[in-house]
């Protein structure tokens, strides 16, 4: 990102990510469902690094990561571990190098979420007899209703690229 070309469009692209970081926070308790909570904050980050690449991705996720744990008990730095891996991961699908449809940014928001989970299930030191567990009774369910709330607003911002004729 350079500084000194900064459109509107890249500062609501910046600022939606600590927003939505807020409204996960405050908002998202509000609409669990049986205990299963969406990452409305992973589904904003994943779009935002659809948008901007791998290094946007890498920072913000560094960023918005370092801010979770802060505010969290467990392993300091798991939290921005795992969202720097997966900024990195889905920036590689940059939209300007990469076209991906609807239903794989869907398919790539859920593999994201079970990526982090994973990421911060391991760096958080509970254990790797305890993954698989974790990841049926918390991990799936948060990823399903992820992808439901990331397909609703994938809708609503579509890509910007074009299908390529190679």
């Known amino acids: 990102m350079n500084l000194a070309n900064l459109e509107k469009y890249d500062l609501v692209r910046f600022l939606a990510v600590p ?15 049986f205990g299963v909570q969406p990452s409305l ?3 904003v980050f ?8 791998a290094l946007a991705g890498i920072w913000m996720g560094f960023l918005c990561g370092t801010v979770l ?4 008990s467990g392993t300091a730095g798991a939290f ?17 190098k990469v076209h991906v449809g609807y239903s794989l940014r869907v398919g790539v928001l859920g593999l994201a979420v079970l990526v982090h989970d994973m990421i911060w299930h391991l760096a958080s030191r509970h254990g790797l007899s305890h993954l698989p567990l974790f990841l049926l009774r918390v991990s799936v369910p948060g990823a ?3 992808m439901l709330l990331g397909a609703i607003l994938f ?3 579509p890509p910007r690229t074009h299908v390529r004729n190679w």
């Not at 996960?24 to 469902?33: D, G, L, R, W």
């Open 19 to 33: 927003l939505a970081l807020l409204a996960q926070t405050s908002i998202v308790p509000a609409v669990s469902i």
């Open 41 to 43: 904050l992973l589904v």
């Open 46 to 53: 994943v779009l935002f690094a659809f948008r901007t690449g």
């Open 69 to 72: 744990d802060t505010y969290s």
């Open 80 to 96: 921005a571990l795992a969202m720097t891996v997966v900024g990195f991961g889905v920036g590689q699908m940059h939209e300007k």
């Open 144 to 146: 399903l209703y992820s």
């Open 155 to 157: 809708a609503i911002r």
